[in-house]
């Protein structure tokens, strides 16, 4: 088992920037990749962003968050600049054992709880 605690969500105003984390824990060292997802209320969730654990892969959706990853600390990390109202969301991370970066949540085999981002002003 793989168990995820992502923190660093909050109350931004419009143009502002986060940093999310997602530490990971547990069985970590069978990680391949993990991702970051985000649900906004009565939407369907939607794919963020994705690292390699095995080499420097990524995979971005949006332009102006940045993927990066601490091996050492067994961590994620997804920077959000320049945010938008339309950015508001729970944000999820999600960690798979087996594969290269993957925008399909259906390949992933643990999820964290998420972190709530809100944008407004």
């Known amino acids: 088992q793989v168990q995820l605690a992502e923190s660093g969500g909050g109350l931004v105003q419009p143009g502002g920037s986060l940093r999310l984390s997602c530490a990971a824990s547990g069985r970590s060292f069978g990680i391949y990749s993990m991702g970051w997802f985000r649900q906004a209320p009565g939407k369907d969730r939607e794919f963020v962003a994705a690292?390699?654990?095995?080499?420097d892969s990524t995979l971005v959706e949006h332009g102006r968050f940045t993927i990066s990853k601490d091996i050492a600390k067994n961590t994620m990390y997804l920077q959000l600049d320049n945010l938008e109202p339309e950015d508001t969301a729970l944000y999820s991370c999600?960690?798979?054992?087996?594969?290269?970066?993957?925008?399909?949540?259906?390949?992933?085999?643990?999820w964290g709880q998420g972190t709530q981002v809100t944008v407004s002003s």
């Open positions: 690292i390699s654990w095995t080499d």
């Open positions: 999600a960690a798979r054992l087996w594969g290269p970066v993957t925008s399909r949540p259906g390949e992933y085999n643990f």
